[in-house]
């Protein structure tokens, strides 16, 4: 092999370079306007240009080159040299255009040569230039008798014009198509929905909540079928800071085109600033716009906040001094700062109670709320001394707390969603010391060595919640500073207990029941009013249902029944009714009056028996 036939085939084999000629010849020695290959044994030289040449065939010990064999093979596209032989590859398709629908499919047929005749047990490989456009049944094949291999072609659903190519494993020689993938028929856009926005809620930055929604929208066609590769173009909506897609060059809008099932996804991140965020979608045909909006999206600042932090009961009043297993149903509810509750699905929260017994904690629902049962039973409410406290009959009340982590309350002055110290207010009614249950009901923590004032050191301690990571032992009461996530004052906490306290009462049974005046006297064409007092040991009200029920003989009454109704209470309950002289006339004469009181409890709870008042009506 002389030396230019090495040249060019260390060429063809490193850079996969085609030696390609136009159909028809020149002049010269080579009749195809090409290189002659030389494979004699001599050591001479062979030359050539394409189109018009002239080349010289050495020789070497006498010995000439044979010539190529005839008839000499046309370079053109799909073709290459390979020693004295001419390779080519046609490419043809049974279509130039698809519909881009993920279905239809067009047949590929390629044909391998050398000098014209066919090339069987050869292998061809298949590739696409663009293979998110389609996909091919195999990527290679071995040629028949006739030199031919067959593929198929299936489109996906992205409009646009994907290359085809077969290429002859051993020559390197290859052969390129394009084919044209267009709208599929009846598929124009005619109609854009939203789909869903996972998760609906996301937190602020910082949060430790999700900071991004995936938002998606459909496209479909006039049949309602999906509508793929089509453009769909996003606006925002929303609070400073939130952003669609990558966020540049513009933050509130971004472009996607639809996939397989017509649908195009747009992830949403939020900023610093908690609100509502609306996304809007529009595909246009022609002159004509479809658009469509989410739903409301929230991003909230993910915490519970103190100042929208609530405990509820439904009932207050229960028997616990004298029935074990009574039940109250109590209930949290919370919303962040921004006054969202959603966000705080999963949040958990924990009680204590100074009597009775509670569940231990609950994880808040998708309303921001959870609910846990409060029963009767031993250990009793603290016993107080009236001389510590404001109210001298608080004996039977008892505290329960609900507490969880999140972060103190503040006026957002300045609309920033954060909080700023000199700027936003923050004052003593809002910084929460330690969580704690307050025994005695005297607002502050007791015990030894409490120092709030109005504390009682002699108390043997009230129980609180070490809220220090880790825990430092000791009951810590406000710090000054507003504490919660991002706080930078000297002493803050950034994930401090929030709590919230509620007053309920135990009560026994019925020891006093009394009437006041315990005397009939009614004026002719009068009336006389009287109190009945009903009350426990601790000369509280008895339990909610409790009913005092008063009957007479002559005369009429005025609000002869009355009920307890429930809630905390720190003195009897009194019932007032009216006795009335029902005949006022001048003449008529004084009649005997016997009052009857009837108290009627829930069931367990023991009563006073029926009693009686006597007296005249005149």
């Known amino acids: 092999m002389n030396t230019s036939v090495q040249s060019f085939l260390s060429a063809l084999a490193l850079g996969g370079l085609l030696a390609l000629a136009g159909c028809g010849g020149g002049t010269g020695d080579n009749p195809n306007g090409g290189k002659a290959f030389n494979n004699g044994t001599g050591g001479g030289t062979s030359s050539g240009t394409s189109g018009a040449t002239t080349g010289t065939t050495g020789t070497t010990g006498g010995t000439t080159t044979p010539p190529v064999s005839a008839p000499a093979p046309i370079l053109g596209a799909g073709c290459a040299n390979s020693g004295p032989d001419v390779i080519c590859i046609s490419l043809s398709s049974t279509a130039s255009g698809v519909p881009a629908d993920n279905t239809s499919t067009v047949s590929l047929t390629a044909t391998l040569t050398r000098n014209g005749s066919a090339m069987?047990?050869?292998?061809?490989?298949?590739?696409?230039?663009?293979?998110?456009?389609?996909?091919?049944?195999?990527?290679?094949?071995?040629?028949?008798?006739?030199?031919v291999v067959t593929d198929t072609f299936q489109a996906g659903a992205t409009i646009g014009a994907v290359?085809?190519?077969?290429?002859?494993?051993?020559?390197?020689?290859?052969?390129?198509?394009?084919?044209?993938?267009?709208?599929?028929?009846?598929?124009t856009p005619a109609g854009i929905q939203f789909v869903s926005?996972?998760?609906?809620?996301?937190?602020?930055?910082?949060?430790?909540?999700?900071?991004?929604?995936?938002?998606?929208?459909?496209?479909?066609?006039?049949?309602?079928?999906?509508?793929?590769?089509?453009?769909?173009?996003?606006?925002?909506?929303?609070?400073?800071?939130?952003?669609?897609?990558?966020?540049?060059?513009?933050?509130?809008?971004?472009?996607?085109?639809?996939?397989?099932?017509?649908?195009?996804?747009?992830?949403?991140?939020?900023?610093?600033?908690?609100?509502?965020?609306?996304?809007?979608?529009?595909?246009?045909?022609?002159?004509?716009t479809f658009t469509t909006s989410t739903s409301v999206i929230s991003i909230g600042g993910s915490v519970p906040?103190?100042?929208?932090?609530?405990?509820?009961?439904?009932?207050?009043?229960?028997?616990?001094?004298?029935?074990?297993?009574?039940?109250?149903?109590?209930?949290?509810?919370?919303?962040?700062?921004?006054?969202?509750?959603?966000?705080?699905?999963?949040?958990?929260?924990?009680?204590?109670?100074?009597?009775?017994?509670?569940?231990?904690s609950v994880n808040l629902d998708d309303t921001g709320a959870g609910s846990v049962v409060f029963r009767t039973q031993n250990p009793l409410p603290f016993p107080v001394t009236s001389s510590l406290i404001a109210f001298p009959n608080a004996k039977g009340w008892l505290n329960v707390i609900a507490v969880t982590r999140g972060e103190e309350g503040f006026a957002d002055v300045n609309g920033n969603g954060l909080y700023d110290p000199g700027v936003d207010?923050?004052?003593?009614?809002?910084?929460?010391?330690?969580?704690?249950?307050?025994?005695?009901?005297?607002?502050?923590w007791d015990g030894p060595g409490c120092t709030q004032v109005g504390c009682d050191p002699t108390h043997p301690g009230e129980y609180f919640v070490d809220a220090n990571i880790p825990p430092n032992g000791k009951y810590d009461g406000p710090n000054g500073v507003w504490d919660g996530p991002g706080c930078t004052q000297p002493g803050c906490n950034p994930s401090?207990?929030?709590?919230?306290a509620i007053l309920l009462q135990f009560t026994g049974n019925i020891i006093n029941c009394s009437i006041n005046p315990a005397i009939v006297s009614v004026p002719n064409g009068s009336f006389q009013t009287f109190d009945v007092t009903v009350n426990d040991v601790n000369n509280n009200a008895p339990v909610a249902g409790t009913t005092v029920s008063v009957s007479t003989n002559v005369g009429t009454l005025a609000n002869p029944t009355g009920t307890?109704?429930?809630?905390?209470?720190?003195?009897?309950?009194?019932?007032?009714?009216?006795?009335?002289?029902?005949?006022?006339?001048?003449?008529?004469?004084?009649?005997?009056?016997?009052?009857?009181?009837?108290?009627?409890t829930p069931a367990g709870i023991t009563t006073c028996q029926p009693f009686q008042i006597t007296g005249t009506l005149n």
Do not use: C
């Not at 190519?165 to 394009?178: E, I, K, Y």
């Not at 006039?222 to 952003?243: E, H, I, Q």
């Open 120 to 147: 069987p047990g050869q292998i061809l490989l298949f590739s696409l230039g663009a293979p998110n456009m389609g996909t091919l049944t195999a990527n290679s094949g071995a040629t028949l008798s006739s030199g």
């Open 163 to 187: 290359a085809v190519t077969v290429t002859h494993q051993t020559s390197g020689v290859s052969n390129t198509l394009a084919l044209n993938l267009t709208q599929a028929p009846g598929n």
């Open 197 to 288: 926005a996972a998760p609906a809620v996301v937190g602020v930055v910082g949060s430790g909540q999700p900071t991004t929604s995936t938002v998606q929208f459909k496209v479909t066609d006039s049949n309602g079928l999906p509508v793929s590769g089509t453009s769909v173009n996003f606006t925002l909506v929303g609070p400073t800071g939130a952003y669609i897609g990558p966020g540049a060059p513009i933050p509130t809008r971004y472009t996607a085109q639809t996939g397989v099932a017509g649908t195009v996804n747009v992830p949403l991140t939020s900023g610093t600033a908690a609100g509502p965020v609306t996304i809007t979608a529009a595909v246009s045909v022609g002159a004509v």
């Open 305 to 360: 906040s103190a100042t929208h932090f609530t405990l509820a009961t439904d009932k207050f009043n229960l028997p616990g001094l004298v029935k074990a297993g009574e039940k109250a149903n109590l209930t949290v509810f919370l919303a962040d700062r921004f006054s969202n509750f959603n966000i705080l699905a999963g949040t958990q929260v924990s009680f204590f109670t100074e009597a009775g017994a509670v569940d231990t």
């Open 425 to 444: 207010t923050f004052n003593a009614s809002m910084d929460l010391g330690e969580p704690f249950v307050d025994s005695n009901d005297n607002g502050v």
């Open 496 to 500: 401090p207990m929030i709590w919230k």
């Open 564 to 600: 307890v109704l429930d809630g905390v209470s720190a003195a009897p309950f009194v019932h007032r009714f009216t006795l009335n002289d029902s005949d006022p006339s001048a003449t008529s004469t004084a009649s005997a009056v016997t009052l009857t009181v009837t108290v009627a």
